[in-house]
Nanobody, 124 residues
C-alpha cells in the first residue's frame, strides 16, 4: 500500500511562492503517475496537476497553468509542486495523489492513493 506524505504548505502573501513536496513509499514510485489536487473550504476537491511516470508529460488545470509547475525526482521518491504568483483563490488544502498507472488519462479516475494534505493559505 502506498503512503504519501506532503510538506511545504504555509501562509504566504499574494504574489508569493511556495514549493510543496510529497514523499512516497510502499511501491515502485517510478512506475506510476503522480498528481496534486486541492480542496478549498465549502468546495469539492479539484485537480491541480499531474505528471507521468518519468516526468516527460505534465498536465494542469486552467486555473494554475503558467503559475504552477509539477515535477518529480524518482531517485528520491518525491513529487513537487512549485507554486508561483499565488492568489487568495489558491487557498486550500493540497493533496498529493498516486496514480493507478504510469500515465493519467482522466484525472477524475486516474488516482487511487491520497496523502493527508497540507494547508496553503494566501493572504491578500
Amino acid at each position: 500500500q502506498v503512503q504519501l506524505v506532503e510538506s511545504g504548505g504555509g501562509l504566504v502573501q499574494a504574489g508569493g511562492s511556495l514549493r510543496l513536496s510529497c514523499a512516497a513509499s510502499g511501491r515502485t514510485f517510478s512506475s506510476y503517475a503522480m498528481g496534486w489536487f486541492r480542496q478549498a473550504p465549502g468546495k469539492e476537491r479539484e485537480f491541480v496537476a499531474a505528471i507521468n511516470w518519468n516526468g516527460g508529460s505534465t498536465s494542469y488545470a486552467d486555473s494554475v497553468k503558467g503559475r504552477f509547475t509539477i515535477s518529480r525526482d524518482n531517485a528520491k521518491n518525491t513529487v513537487y509542486l512549485q507554486m508561483n504568483s499565488l492568489k487568495p483563490d489558491d487557498t486550500a488544502v493540497y493533496y498529493c495523489a498516486g496514480g493507478k498507472k504510469s500515465v493519467v488519462i482522466t484525472p477524475e479516475t486516474g488516482f487511487g492513493s491520497w496523502g493527508q494534505g497540507t494547508q496553503v493559505t494566501v493572504s491578500s
